[in-house]
Nanobody
């Protein structure tokens, strides 16, 4: 079993930056396919980005968000720059303990483990 814990959310002004972290507890997940999703109030959860040997991004965040992995710390980071009010949401990380294709990685059902989420609010 892998427990995922997100951190780093908060309140930021438009144009600002935040770095979210997704740390694993329980067993190492450094080789897992890890994705980030977000859910805004009143909307469905949507894919944001994912990382395996490569990184993949939703069009809405491409060029602004950057995923990276620190295998030694068993942590995945989502660097979010040039934040917009529409980025306001509860952000979740998820991990798949099996091979996932990039296209499949955009779907929630591809993931086995989920964190509890961290709130990101972009507002002036």
């Amino acid at each position: 079993q892998v427990q995922l814990v997100e951190s780093g959310g908060g309140l930021v002004q438009p144009g600002g930056s935040l770095r979210l972290s997704c740390a694993a507890a329980g067993r190492p997940y450094r080789n897992y396919f890890v994705g980030w999703f977000r859910q805004a109030h009143g909307k469905e959860r949507e894919f944001v980005a994912a990382i395996s040997w490569n990184t993949y991004y939703a069009d809405s965040v491409k060029g602004r968000f950057t995923l990276s992995r620190d295998s030694a710390k068993d942590t995945v980071y989502l660097q979010m720059d040039s934040l917009k009010p529409e980025d306001t949401a509860l952000y979740y990380c998820a991990a798949a303990g099996r091979t996932v294709s990039p296209s499949a990685g955009t779907f929630e059902r591809s993931y086995d483990f989920w964190g509890q989420g961290t709130q990101v609010t972009v507002s002036s």
